[in-house]
């Protein structure tokens, strides 16, 4: 299922532009519940989508507070993943996600 | 595989036609666009393609690219880069002008300005190739996506003009192909499905292309080559250093116009004095003007900003009996309010007065009897509302009623606020008097009436001349347009009430003017208060250019009615030149209401604890200037942090400042200058003289991106360069070090200058650290080296505090008014230095949610009983005690952000 993974990259790259006009709560809110059940973006594989969409969140997620992390946890738990890949993050800053939750009283 | 579609929808219409071409066999259903067919999607989405495999595509393109997979055919990298351009570029600018133009009812040409290009772009690009299809031969996923999005275009009836020949041939070979014309008939049937879609759109979502929305437009700014020439030149000036600048004009009250020099006189609308203003009101006329004014002085101009109170009419009256007080009282009380509202704004009037005054009354009454003697009054029996009730006439503000036009059910006597049409207050539907809600009956009273229609003429010729010659905003322009295309009718002058200019004749002895007659007349009492010479600024538009700020609900009265007045008068009076209008400013998602206790008030900014430049800063950066924007706290803080503290801050501070007193002693380094340091003053001055040019047409917000982009292309410059590292090197090393030091500092003592009209204690603060001198604050179009090798700069610390989460989060659910009328003022009251538990405690705080939620319902009941005041007073007491125990008990303390926030100094 290539075709699908390659589109549902460009997909997803495209839902998150599109998400972007809205508030980045809800965009990210999507992509948490769709991450639900998830390892990667696209199949049971590491494929192009988790990279590009690894680099489009990058400067939101960046700008998280550990609160709002703890929130989108499926997403966080992706974006750990992600960029402990070898070479996905390149210059990029490693962006710290604490293991034990600090809010959990909120859920 | 299913497909799920919805009418309307353009991106539908891209899936169905995908499916058409490339007769992929799948299953069709039309849902209703609020369905949610994407199990993990917040929002519901169509066109969304349920694959046998459980996986849901629901982005139109990756629709339609997949089913081009299916069909065997290769994607190449063209149909991919068409696809993705579409889905950035091409469809949110096309949703932009489809909604301006069908939804919110605008001209077509407003958003067509992006699209042009992008149309320029496909239309190229076919005309390049010379091929029938976008990528190829064949019809391929692009032309379908692209067909997709410019067919509502087109059924929306725009037309494309003949420079898009190539395009249009394209466009109109697909659109009438079988499987095209199929998609549109399913999806597309009629244009009013396409309404009705852009309608459940979040509104957010087509305009932040370009409208409302208060990001930066990116504009080619940065990527301006300069010639050699252009940086020789900047170099040049650079050199002259500060004695080649004229020094800064010292004024002297009185500030009288003077020959050959450019004479401006600014006012901006005067504020109501019932009201604390809001933040709409001081962006929409106050600060604009200030900031206009600030920047006048900055140039040399002469200048005069005068400002004051409305005082007449009868909401004083009426809210001077809600107080027990007189009018007078009531104006004093109020007047002082603004003033100080406007004075922690920082707000540079060179005179805020009120019309209130005997110069007012001679003023308005010489007026009015040129009027009559040059027969443009006329005499006519009114038919009022007058509440029995109550004893007296009602004022168009204080009846309510059904709008006769639009059926809007809190129409306002003189306006409604839905359809924004006047009214005649006995025209309205089941009036009701406000005060109270009796029904008002009609009676008829004698009145006098400015004959506009007689005036018509002479306006018509004289705003054809303004236009000409004057920066009008276009919304101040159409307002005022569609106003004379009404057709101008006679306008009562005057009233029945007290609190007034008396009307000078016998027979009209207990009537007054009507206010907005007598309001504009308040910029000429204003300015005869501030001076005797008064005349000198108002009947002379030869040397006077006169820019007024408002608010666009405004605009009627300085544009037609008032220059009537003056025209009509004929006695040589300095008629409007620039008049400068914004769109309204919203409050989070919704209106600011004073009543509903929701969005800051002038009054409150300060106790927010955010410096009132930032406040500044802020409402400037989101000024609305062509469309409606909004206030919003996330926003604020996300630009106080990013912009201010990031940007600018980091700058002027963390970098230029802070590396002089580290490495160099706090002295000024030796700069020699290199190609990439011209460089960078070329871009600094084009960039100085872009903001120059924006501030003399009034763009307030685009000259504020300009400051903020030079400041970084100060960062890029210090961030290439590492003087920081380089002092540590080599003499060359450190030399270089030097020069960028140097250079850099310099850089920001021109943003402090910059910045001047915009933060003004900000730009001071800045100014004394680096111990400018006084003599800088003077623009031009050249950046000057104001601080030569060997100036010694003083302590430099931070100009910005960084906004936090909570504390913004606080502030929004302090304004959000969701607390019931009683006890919202019981959330403004602070509790005081008291004992203050830590971390709040959960199960007294309920108890007291409870108690409070119980005494304000009681007090409800009280007041419903129309029981007597006294109990009712002590019970509001009781509530105010509760609810301080509550904000006690939850552990907040409403005044802690106010320390936080406070400045350095």
Known sequence: ?107 | MKLYLGEGSPGSLKALAAVEVTGVRVQLQFVSLEEHVVPYLTQPKVPALHLDGGNVLFSANAICQYLFTLTGKDQCDLTNQWLEWEATELEPAVLAVLYSAMVQGKSKEEGLGVLRKLLIHVNQSLLKTSNPYLAGNSVSAADIVLWGSLYPLLSASVSLTEEFKTLNCWLQNLSSSEPCQKAADAALKDAHLLKVYLQKLPVPAPLSQKPTCNEPEEEASTEHAFSEEEVAAAFQAWLKGREASPKPRQFQHPILPEKNQKNILITSALPYVNNVPHLGNIIGCVLSADVFARYCRLRNWNILYICGTDEYGTATETKAMEEGLTPQQICDKYNAIHSQIYQWFNISFDYFGRTTTHQQTEIAQDIFRRLLDRNFLLNDVVEQLKCEACNRFLADRFVEGVCPLCNYEEARGDQCDKCGKLINAIELKKPVCKICKATPVVQSSQHLFLDLPKLEGTLEKWLEQSWATGDWTANARYITRSWIRDGLKPRCITRDLKWGTPVPLKEFEDKVFYVWFDAPIGYLSITACYTDQWEKWWKNPEQVQLYQFMAKDNVPFHSVVFPCSQLGAEDNYTLVNHLIATEYLNYEDGKFSKSRGVGVFGDMAKDTGIPADIWRFYLLFIRPEGQDSAFSWNDLLLKNNSELLNNLGNFINSRAGMFVCKFFEGRVPEMELNAEDKRLIAQVTWELQQSNQFLEKVRIRDALKCILNISRHGNQYIQVNEPWKRIKGDDADQKRAGTVTGVAVNVACLLSVMLQPYMPSVSATIQEQLQAPQDCNVLTNQFLCTLPAGHRIGMVSPLFQKLENDQIESLRRRFSGQQPKDEKKATEVKPGAAEVEKGGDLERSKELTQEVEKQGNLIRELKMQKAEKALIDAEVEKLLELKKQLTLAEGKTPEAPAQKGKKKK
Do not use: C
Not at chain 1, 26 to 44: S, T
Not at chain 1, 80 to 85: C, R, T, V
């Open chain 1, 1 to 107: 299922m290539a075709a699908v993974a390659e589109l549902s990259s460009l997909e997803k790259t495209l839902g998150l532009r599109e998400g972007n006009k809205f508030s980045t709560q809800g965009d990210k809110q999507d992509l948490n519940r769709y991450l639900e059940d998830k390892v990667y973006l696209a199949g049971n594989s590491f494929t192009l989508a988790d990279i590009l969409m690894y680099y489009g969140l990058h400067p939101i997620i960046a700008e998280l507070t550990i609160q709002e992390k703890e929130k989108h946890v499926n997403v966080s738990r992706w974006f750990n993943h992600i960029q402990h890949y070898p070479n996905v993050r390149q210059h990029l800053s490693p962006i710290i996600f604490l293991k034990n939750r600090l809010y959990s009283s909120v859920y």
